[in-house]
């Protein structure tokens, strides 16, 4: 996982709220057994509309996503995440996350910021003015600036240092191998294991 | 679950839980940190391990055990035809991908042909790998199985998939105990699955969230670990993470001898060590449901969730019956989906299909019960029956006996082992508007086929009703005929 402190890209204004994970990326995408590859299947149904954001050649390649409150709701689906991951996002911005949702970016490296809703219509504004302006975020500071607007976001001390650092759950795990192999070296011999094989 | 200090008394769940403790959480404002588990045995299938292998990969991470990990495949596999090439592209990938995972991360694999494929919770206790004190986890939520040899067992997702193959421990927050205490015993014609259907019926869905419970009391201290494995197995239909039984001479008998079990000096140290995981007394459960097993009839689903339960001659409930609107509303909704009106009695029910098998109910004890009642019997002829064994081996020791003659004599299908018709995921699914009495875990719309409709049910019910071809108890085929007056 990259680690991330700032990060500065063209943004995508999405005015919807309750963005569903089934929005995201519809259930059929489910069955697929890779982890990457998922670019095409993020709003899958939304692009078959000429009209939407993402199909307007100015924010194609847009990895900042400001969306309206409750992005994220619905099933547990990792996909989401690697949806949004694989088509290029590196922060989505909204005033109200999906708990879920909210702790499975984290653990991909994707920055889910919360931004009070007055300045995600500013943002909206700004980037429908100009769909070249920039987003730049700064997490040491949690600041963030759009055009004219400035402001600040929330993220928790936790989320904020596992991004800055880059570490995903088995990363963050793996920092206790002393203590992993201290337990197994302890570990009765009489307990079972599965190889070699006996039948 | 809060704090564990040496001299308390512990429940069964406690003590499993202290003695896999890696790295204890931190107090963080009060509130716990999830302590680092150690993990005794992963099982894996083809459904949700593919991108848990990928994540590896891409990391570049070996399997940390590969020695504490086993696969099979189940989900997708059909029963019929097992040497031809699966046909759906999907699952012929996920069974495909299993296979190069396995080869290439060292792991061992059952795989379709061989006598240990089968369903994952049957196939670790059948080899003797599930014994009591482990932890035990699985993609799969049905891992709960495994708690009824004492274990604490757990399903999890993909994603904590790949952090256990990739550092055999997961992390979990502490959670709620709670005992569920069957007194009393069980009528004739009664068993486990009824005491699990109307313990859901009684907590709900969602009455175990947060909880891990311990079944306890006369009636589960008299019950086989099969059976106790088919309660353990829904406790996830309850909401819980985990369900356990605390293990006694009949879980000692049942491992022993199994081919991972421990043998001579170990086998004894290891009894030792399990008769000491037992509840002790004056410990403190943070909740408590009593049951009456004398009480138990058998018990049947009307509607779509476990928790939609009544005693089979009872009769289909009214909307009206449920004070919360939101119960109220599920009711009204189920009855559309299911197609039945209030007030129908239960018995009155006609089926399409029968189906007897799934993680639940697909040992040779549930195939067992239900061949005695069936035996010498036909089946109604507009009834299917299909017979599913849990494993290979179930299989095999089924026909060691002769069991698939007398299902293949009533009229059933006798198929090859696996998930089959408990979810829709194979060749092997109901027909929309069909109707089933199923020994499987779940009647949630759509479960067993697009449409399809499902009463659970127990093994003897299952069979009995494949004899009346209505929704029937063991007593209504058991009784003599009428005498003609
Ligand atoms: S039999 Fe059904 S519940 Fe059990 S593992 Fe297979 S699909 Fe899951």
């Given at each position: 996982m990259e680690p991330i402190t700032t990060h500065t890209g063209t943004g995508v204004p999405l005015r919807q709220s309750n963005v569903d994970t089934d929005q995201i990326i519809p259930a059929v995408f489910l069955k697929r057994i890779t982890k990457t590859g998922f670019e095409d299947a993020l709003f899958y149904a939304w692009r078959?509309?000429?009209?939407f954001v993402l199909n307007q050649e100015a924010y194609k390649n847009g990895t900042v996503l400001v969306a309206g409150p409750d992005f994220g709701t619905g099933s547990s689906r990792e996909h989401a995440v690697w949806a949004l991951r694989d088509y290029g996002f590196k922060v989505v911005i909204s005033s109200r996350f999906a708990d879920i949702f909210y702790s499975n970016s984290a653990k991909q490296g994707l920055l889910a910021a919360k931004v009070a809703q007055p300045d995600v219509e500013l943002m909206w504004k700004e980037l429908e003015k100009d769909p070249a302006t920039e987003i730049t975020v700064d997490l040491e500071s949690r600041t963030l600036r759009c055009g004219t607007v400035d402001t600040t976001f929330e993220i928790d001390n936790y989320t904020r240092w596992r991004l800055m650092e880059g570490l995903d759950d088995i990363s963050l795990t793996l920092r206790q191998d002393a203590a992993i192999g201290a337990y197994e070296s302890t570990r009765p011999s009489l307990k079972p294991t599965t190889l070699p094989v006996k039948v | 679950m809060v704090e564990i200090a040496s001299d308390k008394p512990l429940t069964l769940a406690e003590k499993v839980w202290r003695d896999h403790v890696v790295v204890r959480g931190k107090d963080n404002d009060g509130q716990r940190a999830p302590d680092l588990l150690y993990i005794d045995l992963h099982l894996v299938h083809e459904v949700t391990s593919p991108q848990a292998f990928e994540g590896l990969r891409l990391a570049g991470r070996p399997v940390r055990r590969p020695d504490l990990t086993i696969a099979t495949e189940d989900h997708n596999t059909p029963t019929l035809e097992i040497d031809k090439p699966i046909a759906d592209p999907i699952s012929r990938i996920q069974v495909d991908t299993l296979r190069a995972n396995c080869e290439e991360f060292g792991i061992r694999l059952h795989s379709l042909g061989d006598a240990n494929q089968g369903i994952v919770h049957v196939v670790g206790p059948q080899l003797g790998l599930t014994q009591p004190g482990m932890t035990v986890v699985c993609g799969d939520s049905h891992t709960s199985t495994h708690g009824a040899f004492g274990s604490l067992a757990m399903g999890i997702g993909t994603s904590e998939v790949e952090h256990v193959l990739a550092t055999q421990t997961l992390s979990l927050k502490p959670f709620k105990t709670m005992a569920v205490t069957v007194n009393g015993t069980l009528k004739p014609g009664v068993s486990s699955k009824d005491i699990i259907l109307a313990v859901i019926a009684e907590i709900g869905t969602g009455g175990g969230q947060g909880y891990v419970l311990e079944y306890r009391g006369t009636a589960i201290e008299q019950l086989s670990m099969e059976a106790r494995m088919t309660i353990c197995n829904m406790s996830i239909e309850a909401g819980a993470r985990a369900g356990m039984v605390g293990p006694d001479e009949t879980t000692f008998d049942y491992v022993?001898?199994?081919?991972?079990a421990p043998t001579g000096e170990e086998w004894d140290t290891a009894v030792e060590y399990w008769r000491s995981l037992r509840t002790d007394e004056g410990a403190e459960f943070d909740a408590e449901v009593v049951i009456d097993a004398d009480q138990l009839e058998p018990f049947v689903t009307w509607g779509t969730n476990p928790g939609h339960g009544v005693s089979l001659n009872d009769a289909v409930p009214q909307p009206t019956d449920f004070d919360d609107p939101v119960d109220r509303e599920s009711a009204e909704r189920a009855l559309e989906y299911m197609d039945l009106e209030p007030g129908?009695?239960?018995?009155d029910i006609r089926v399409d299909t029968v189906f007897l098998g799934s993680c639940t109910n697909s040992r040779l004890e549930d195939l067992r019960k239900a061949a005695e009642i069936i035996r010498g019997r036909h089946k109604d002829p507009q009834v299917r029956m299909i017979v599913v064994p849990g494993s290979a081996q179930v299989r095999l020791e089924a026909e060691a006996e002769g069991l698939d003659q007398v299902f293949k004599d009533f009229g059933a299908e006798w198929r090859f082992a696996?998930?089959?018709?408990?979810?829709?995921?194979?060749?092997d699914q109901l027909a929309p508007g069909e109707r089933c009495a199923s020994t499987s875990n779940r009647n949630f719309e759509g479960r067993q086929g697009k449409g399809g409709r499902t009463h659970l049910v127990s093994p003897v019910v299952a069979a009995a009703t494949a004899i009346r071809?209505?929704?029937?108890?063991?007593s209504d085929v058991l009784l003599p005929e009428p005498t003609p007056a």
């Open positions: 078959k509309n000429p009209d | 022993q001898g199994r081919p991972h129908t009695r239960m018995k696996g998930c089959s018709m408990c979810l829709g995921m194979n060749p071809g209505t929704l029937s108890a063991p």
